[in-house]
């Protein structure tokens, strides 16, 4: 009588599993990476340091009070921030800024920032408030006047952020995040499952390739 061979049980079906769900972890790591990197892109910190003082990203500062000449790219948009005190940052100025353009042209700045700023830095904040355009480029006299109180109060000059690339890029943002969880909820369910299924199969395999025990009574050969 001749004996069947055992039918060799196959792991690559867990295999797969497993290494799917590794790749899919991977992802969910090079996901989170970028999230996180679009999302500190969208963040002002160029405006105020830690200990108050002025970012990298203002163009230029001008005191409550006075007026400055300051270099500006044609058409284009600053935003305006109030700089005061974090205790007293409800404080205001006593009127528009005035603005005077490289051909002699004055003006006020009263457009709408088209993002909304405000940042904190040692015990200061600074606040968005108000915006212009520039036409030509050159240089611009701008004229801030006096606060509304003694607090001290200045103007920081940046340039306006534009709104739809800072809607995309916080719809960005939280798209990263539920990706990041929906890839990573499944690579580790996939990876421990397909751990389990494999380890499954190898034991099954260890234990259909060992040698047949011997039935009690059984005559010797």
Avoid: C, H, K
Wanted: overall charge negative; glycine content about 12%.
């Amino acid at each position: 009588m001749t004996s069947t061979a055992p039918r060799r049980i196959s792991t690559t079906g867990p295999a797969w599993l497993t290494w799917i769900g590794i790749v899919l972890l991977v992802a969910t790591v090079a996901i989170a990476i970028g999230t996180v990197s679009l999302f500190a892109s969208l963040l002002p910190t160029g405006i105020l340091s830690r200990d108050g003082s002025v970012g990298d990203d203002v163009v230029a500062s001008v005191d409550a009070g006075s007026s400055t000449s300051v270099d500006l790219d044609g058409d284009t948009s600053y935003s305006l921030l109030l700089v005061r005190p974090s205790d007293e940052s409800s404080g205001a100025l006593t009127g528009d800024i005035a603005l005077i353009a490289p051909d002699g042209t004055t003006s006020v700045a009263d457009r709408a920032p088209a993002v909304s700023t405000r940042v904190n830095g040692g015990q200061l904040t600074a606040a968005s408030f108000t915006a212009f355009r520039t036409t030509d480029e050159g240089a611009y006299t701008i004229t801030v006047p006096a606060a509304t109180d003694d607090e001290p109060t200045s103007v920081l000059i940046v340039e306006d952020g534009e709104t739809l690339p800072f809607v995309g890029g916080v719809l960005g943002s939280i798209g990263g995040v539920f990706a990041a969880l929906i890839t990573g909820f499944l690579g580790l369910g996939l990876t421990i499952g397909g751990g389990l299924w494999w380890r499954s199969r190898r034991a099954a395999r260890r234990a259909s390739a060992a040698p047949a025990s011997p039935s009690p009574g059984s005559p010797a050969r």
